[in-house]
């Protein structure tokens, strides 16, 4: 089985406007809805939870997947207060199923298909495949006073993209050890690897941006107005 759960639980206060950015309007359509579309097409997807604030169940019902045509039958699940915890949540829906689940941001709405298939291909490694993008700019690590400590070197450091996808086994077991044990990640992979696992990664892909600032949302409606003129 292959199956996506879209971790959508974000409050958007870094967007710096009344609303959440996951409902924001990209040429008319919901960050969100253009997100669960991109899965909802995938060939190989058979099932698709979404897990958002337990307040916004009615109004994802109805605004976000209430107007569009589905595939699939979107599952949707209550979060967490931390982004982890909302993806355990969705996890456990799929109790004690085998196969490959792919957690992706909600508000990465431009996902491609051809990275949809790399990250499948590359979790047949180690069970756990992230799509990465090389640094392009000099990094520094700086102390609490605004000094720089050192320069890193950028030739071994990558941004993390979504989707991280995994064997459903080994992730599971990743998420219980960092409950278990109190740790918390800003992403899944971190959690594999907490528990001794090896992440293999493949190469993401510039569109697949995560809309979290004005200037994020500024780019995510030319990419969608463009692609209307395609």
């Known amino acids: 089985m292959i199956c996506a759960i879209i971790a959508a639980g974000g409050s958007g206060s870094r967007m710096q406007m009344s609303g959440k950015k996951q409902y924001l309007a990209l040429a008319g359509v919901p960050v969100l809805a253009r997100t669960l579309m991109a899965f909802d097409a995938y060939p190989k997807m058979e099932k698709i939870i979404v897990v958002i604030p337990e307040e916004d169940k009615n109004d994802v019902t109805e605004n976000v997947l209430g107007p569009f045509s589905w595939r699939h039958h979107i599952q949707v699940v209550a979060g967490g207060k931390r982004r982890q915890e909302s993806v355990a ?21 431009f996902i491609s298909t051809s990275l949809m298939d790399a990250c499948i291909a590359g979790v047949k490694t180690t069970g756990a495949c992230i799509p990465v993008l090389p640094a392009t700019d000099t990094l520094k690590r700086v102390d609490r006073q605004g000094m720089v400590v050192e320069t890193l070197d950028r030739r071994r450091i990558y941004t993390a993209q979504t989707p991280q996808t995994f064997s ?9 050890l960092a409950i278990e044990k109190g740790f918390f990640a ?19 892909d510039k569109i697949n941006i995560k809309i979290t600032t004005p200037d994020d949302l500024i780019f995510a409606r030319a990419l969608a107005e463009s692609n209307m003129d395609d």
């Open 89 to 109: 949540n969705g996890l456990q829906v799929l109790g004690a199923s085998d196969g490959i689940v792919m957690i992706h941001d909600g508000v990465r709405p």
């Open 186 to 204: 800003t992403d899944d992979a971190s959690m594999v690897e907490f528990a001794g696992g090896r992440v293999a990664t493949v190469i993401g």
């Open 168 to 176: 459903i086994p080994l992730i599971r077991k990743a998420h219980r």
